[in-house]
């Protein structure tokens, strides 16, 4: 099925209050043309590097999101057009977003990437190690960022009872997280599910699903 179609098919099992990232990386610039030329404005990338070169050759009404591991030392290279950061996971990193924002004079929104799966392999961080850096000193002076939800990827396994557990692990901590009250923080996003485990997601609570396979096709690599 062309990548247009995929698309059409995705989009008619997603509620309205779900927003559809359509993750991109590892492919090139014409297959994300494709999805552009069907309606798709949300692209999803994991290195910043591959991030920036697609945005520069692309419609500038795109919104970018980071979505993998982020580099404090490479924040500076997207920090003039990046809509949403989902992977930060430590204060450091988001006082260096906070930092590359300022020089452009913008508030960068971002995720808290929270610890949901058993493998050791995922970043992220407890809900407690976020609810004490929101309520930190030095967080309440960050105002070139603004967290705006939580992100979590679950284990990778056919196991659905355990994804669905993790799915709702992270749709608890953010009630929880929710409570809180700062200025530079407002949470309305629950970034979670991908190709495989999206409707379950929505089914747990996601308002935000990150879709790389099922449009664009099988990657080479990772
Ligand atoms: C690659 C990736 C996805 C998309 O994965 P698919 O299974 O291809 O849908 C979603 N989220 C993150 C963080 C990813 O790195």
């Known amino acids: 099925m062309s990548i247009k179609q995929n698309l059409q098919n995705i989009k008619t099992l997603l509620p309205k209050h779900v927003a559809l990232v359509a993750v991109s990386k590892t492919k090139p610039v014409n297959d994300l043309m494709e999805a552009y030329n069907a309606g798709q404005r949300i692209f999803g990338e994991n290195k910043i590097q591959e991030m920036v070169n697609k945005y520069d050759t692309m419609p500038k009404d795109i919104e970018w999101h980071m979505i993998g591991h982020v580099q404090s030392n490479k924040v500076k290279y997207m920090a003039s057009f990046v809509q949403l950061i989902h992977g930060v996971d430590n204060l450091k990193l988001l006082k260096e977003i906070n930092k590359q924002a300022l020089k452009h004079s913008r508030v960068i929104d971002c995720l808290f990437q929270i610890k949901i799966a058993s493998e050791d392999s995922k970043f992220g ?36 009872n355990q994804v669905k557990k993790e799915f709702n692990y992270l749709k608890d901590a953010f009630e929880n997280l929710k409570l809180i009250k700062a200025d530079n923080y407002q949470l309305n996003t629950i970034s979670m599910g991908m190709s495989g485990d999206y409707q379950l997601a929505i089914n747990c609570g996601s308002t935000m699903v990150r879709v790389g396979s099922s449009i664009f096709g099988a990657r080479s690599y990772h």
Do not use: C, H, P, Q
């Not at 809900?127 to 939580?150: C, D, H, Q, W, Y």
């Open 125 to 160: 961080m407890t809900s407690k190690e976020a609810s004490e850096i929101v309520k930190s000193e030095t967080f309440s002076e960050l105002k070139n960022i603004r967290i705006v939800g939580l992100m979590g990827m679950a284990t990778f396994t056919d196991d659905e």
